[in-house]
């Protein structure tokens, strides 16, 4: 009995010895410039909020004959529905962290601003209006969909002025 307890105590004390993970090998890490990151993430994503305001989402039906775990419009995927809208809601508010990460690229190849003030704030907008959406799916109701809608709305037009729309792309992120 003295040899089992003497070889958990020792496999015991090993154990903190174990060197914590390296903070550089964690940090967060850039792979995709802006424009990527928005068609990829953020266009998806608002587009099933704004389809809420519609089409209600406890309409939307799977596709017969079709596997849902492999469906490409998360309405009728296996997560489809309301729980969709939640989850692209919730998408863009999370995404709002990854537009601050810095490192990462314009289109045109500057660095997006993420110790401007202004960038700051608006990508905090972002991040209210997705948590806004994600309550008013909750919800399951429309009206409140049309309200948060407009204010995610607002919210990408807001940056888009101050960021994107330049009569040139080299202008971009300026």
């Known amino acids: 009995m003295i040899v089992p307890v003497m070889l958990v105590v020792v496999f015991d004390l090993c154990l903190p010895a174990q060197t914590p993970p390296n903070a550089a090998t964690t940090a967060m890490q850039v792979h995709t410039d802006l424009n990527r990151l928005m068609r990829g993430l953020l266009y ?13 989402p406890a309409d939307v039906k799977r596709i017969p004959g079709r596997d849902p775990a492999m469906a490409t419009d998360p309405l009728t995927s296996t997560f489809g529905g309301w729980q969709a809208v939640e989850n692209a809601a919730l998408v863009l508010s999370e ?71 330049k009569p040139r792309l080299a202008d971009r992120c300026k």
């Open 44 to 56: 998806p994503a608002s587009n099933v909020v704004f389809s809420a305001q519609n089409d209600n």
């Open 95 to 165: 995404s709002a962290n990854l537009l601050l990460i810095p490192g990462r690229n314009c289109a045109n190849g500057l660095p997006v601003p993420v110790n401007n003030p202004d960038w700051v704030k608006l990508v905090q907008e972002l991040r209210d209006a997705g948590m806004n959406a994600y309550q008013a799916a909750q919800s399951k109701n429309q009206d409140k969909m049309v309200e948060a809608a407009d204010t995610l709305s607002a919210a990408c037009a807001a940056c888009h002025r101050k960021w994107r729309e």
